[in-house]
């Protein structure tokens, strides 16, 4: 047998598309290189162990994978990984050695191996959790989420997202969605579209970085690295750095644990209710569902359909019109749902007075909560900048865990500006800045 040994680590690098895929298997396979103890940097252990097959034959190399699936059954056992998790441990090792041609009796290794659950024991975020989220002090949290949730696309998409990738869909000069590109350039290259309220919130984060002295083109990432305008600023505004998506799955990660969605794992427990990164995938697929033909769901999401893909082709047309219908499933913020069961309302009132007064009403508690949203994070807002020029009294992320929406004064606040200003708030920030601030306990 004849092993190609020149680049063992390129050939199996080359059959894996996605960034985040090579970084899973890589780090996978080095497990392997490990439990074998091979010495050098990746590139070299694959190449050793190129040469070990070579020279001790594939009954040698059946025996060290069996061992080394076996560790992981036992980790599985004792309740370290789940069952599930094992398999995923042969997949990158099987895939290495089939690109170097070389060929194991690979049903006969896996026979032993358990089977695991074939769907995760994990939920969707629900409403309320999301919306929750979204209150955390980073201008990106809300462009980030409510994409995310809104189109189904995958973590990884982050790494490849610019702002050409976005294109706004009007109706009567109205924006009633956005089409997205995911994976734009790549062999992988499908679309999708993402809510009015999502691209509401991608324009205000594109806009401020253009207002704030950033040359946006249709070049520029879609998310990217925070400055600061103070004097020991990490980042310019001219200089901007893509966020990846490792950095979108830590900013998603430490809003869950900041706003006390997501708290620490009891003793044995592996896994949170619901993924920081896939989650939201979930939820677009179970929300859409309930509007949606699952198909075309399917085709949304990037997914194959199988035998479908030969015979079922929609078009963007009937995608969209489709997609339109579940766009009040897949709406986050409380203002934009109200908004959308007032247009209910409107539409199946068939000109009964009652249903007009409902209108009103709910568009005045659309406009009370809107306004008290944005009075309570311009509160926010300035009590973190108090809280980075005076350390001593209180940090700024003990700042960011206060929910100013509870504030007991804030409703009289918001009816104030309401009824004496007509919801014009834009003094309210010079008055908060000359604010004095005081710190009790608790």
């Not at 499908?190 to 207002?211: N, T």
Request: positive net charge; aromatic residues 10%.
């Amino acid at each position: 047998m004849t092993i190609n040994e020149s680049e063992p680590m390129g050939m199996f690098l080359y059959a894996l598309k996605s960034p985040v895929s090579k970084q899973r298997y890589q780090k996978r396979l080095e497990n392997f290189f490990d439990f074998l103890e091979l010495q050098g940097s990746t590139e070299d252990k694959a190449k050793t162990l190129i040469l070990q097959i070579n020279e001790h034959g594939l009954t040698w190399l059946t025996a060290k994978t069996m061992n080394y699936l076996n560790y992981h059954k036992e980790r599985a056992e004792r309740g370290e990984i789940s069952d599930a998790t094992v398999r995923n441990y042969y997949k990158p090792l099987k895939l290495f050695l089939e690109m170097n041609d070389v060929i194991l009796q690979w049903k006969k290794i896996t026979r032993g191996l358990p089977r695991g659950r074939r769907y995760a024991s994990d939920r969707a975020p629900t409403i309320d959790e999301i919306q929750k989220l979204v209150e955390y002090p980073d201008r990106r949290i809300r462009a980030i989420v409510f994409t995310m949730c809104s189109s189904g696309i995958r973590l990884g998409a982050w790494d490849y997202l610019k702002w050409k990738d976005i294109t706004p869909i009007s109706q009567n000069d109205k924006i009633i969605a956005a089409k997205i590109v995911v994976y734009s350039g790549d062999s992988e290259q499908y679309f999708s579209f993402i809510s009015p309220e999502a691209y509401s919130e991608l324009k205000k984060w594109i806009d401020f970085r253009s207002e704030s002295g950033e040359t946006i083109t249709g070049d520029s990432w879609l998310m990217r690295d925070l400055w600061n305008i103070e004097k020991f600023a990490r980042g310019m505004v001219t200089a901007s750095k893509k966020l990846k998506a490792s950095g979108v799955k830590r900013l998603i990660e430490r809003a869950l644990k900041a706003q006390g969605i997501r708290k620490t794992l009891p003793a044995g427990q592996k896994r949170y209710e619901f993924q920081a990164d896939h989650g939201f995938r979930k939820f677009f697929k179970t929300h859409t569902e309930q509007v949606m033909k699952p198909i075309n769901v399917e085709v949304l999401m990037g997914h194959s359909t199988g035998i479908s893909d030969s015979y079922y082709r929609p078009n963007e047309n009937e995608l969209l019109k489709d997609y339109l219908g579940a766009i009040p499933e897949i709406t986050i913020s409380k203002e934009n749902r109200m908004t959308t069961d007032a247009e209910k309302l409107r539409v199946n009132s068939s000109g009964i007075e009652e249903n007009k007064n409902e209108i009103a009403q709910l568009k005045e508690e659309i406009r009370k909560i809107k306004l008290k949203n944005e009075i309570s994070a311009l509160m926010k807002e300035s009590m973190i900048e108090w809280a980075e020029k005076h350390p001593d009294k209180i940090t700024p992320l003990q700042v960011a865990k206060t929910d100013c929406v509870k504030l007991r004064n804030l409703d009289e606040i918001v009816e104030h500006y309401l009824i004496a200003h007509d919801g014009d708030i834009s003094g309210l920030r010079e008055r908060f800045a000359n604010a004095r601030i005081h710190i009790k306990e608790n």
